[in-house]
T-cell receptor
Framework: KNQVEQSPQSLIILEGKNCTLQ??????????LRWYKQDTGRGPVSLTI?????NTKSNGRYTATLDADTKQSSLHITASQLSDSASYIC????????????FGKGTHLIIQP | DAGVIQSPRHEVTEMGQEVTLRCKPI?????LFWYRQTMMRGLELLIY????????DSGMPEDRFSAKMPNASFSTLKIQPSEPRDSAVYFC?????????????FGDGTRLSIL
């Protein structure tokens, strides 16, 4: 069964600090991996999409990495800001249509001043 | 550009009532998705359309749920009759397939409470 596991479930860090969120998956076949940011009361917003051949992709202070061999991805946030407080959702696409998407349950990140 | 627009933002109704959720996708997008999000199960795909045609509705939980897309700029998700376990946030998303992987653009959701 295709699964996406995210860790930690929740995380609290101080403003200005860095943090790394993890995503492990058992989805097969693999087409691409996506990270979304979801602010409270809002819909998810895409941060990055990585295909099999991409090891890293950045979007401002967000950097996603992908190791397709170990089926792991991470999202690194540099110099965190209060606006980074949100849930971060990892989604793995096995290809073949939207029913090939497997969603993680997300990591809830809180940035404290 | 306007994003995906959903209405209403909040809906509170009694069990047994019919509920209709509405979505206007981003102009030019050819895919539309309906999701449900709960704390326990996260995001779940209910149904998606390509060029207004339903492609996969295997995620629709029961016959009480139905979705339509009469044209490229409008879709509805209907629950009849509603039950308390349908309480969740329902998201609509749209995307464009142009040969490379494009992200889905989500609306801000409808928070549905069935009493």
């Amino acid at each position: 069964k295709n699964q996406v596991e995210q860790s930690p479930q929740s995380l609290i860090i101080l403003e200005g600090k860095n943090c790394t969120l993890q995503c492990n998956y058992t989805v097969s076949p693999f087409s691409n991996l996506r990270w979304y940011k979801q602010d409270t009361g809002r819909g998810p917003v895409s941060l990055t999409i990585m295909t099999f051949s991409e090891n890293t992709k950045s979007n401002g202070r967000y950097t996603a990495t992908l190791d397709a061999d170990t089926k792991q991805s991470s999202l690194h946030i540099t110099a965190s800001q209060l606006s980074d407080s949100a849930s971060y959702i990892c989604v793995v696409d096995s290809g073949g249509g939207a029913d090939g998407l497997t969603f993680g349950k997300g990591t809830h990140l809180i940035i404290q001043p | 550009d306007a994003g995906v627009i959903q209405s209403p933002r909040h809906e509170v109704t009694e069990m047994g009532q019919e509920v209709t959720l509405r979505c206007k996708p981003i102009s030019g997008h050819d895919y539309l998705f309906w999701y449900r999000q709960t704390m326990m199960r996260g995001l779940e795909l209910l149904i998606y359309f390509n060029n207004n045609v339903p492609i996969d509705d295997s995620g629709m939980p029961e016959d009480r749920f139905s979705a339509k897309m009469p044209n490229a700029s409008f879709s509805t998700l209907k629950i009849q009759p509603s039950e308390p376990r349908d309480s969740a946030v329902y998201f609509c998303a749209s995307s464009l397939w142009d040969g490379v992987y494009q992200p889905q653009h989500f609306g801000d959701g409808t928070r549905l409470s069935i009493l």
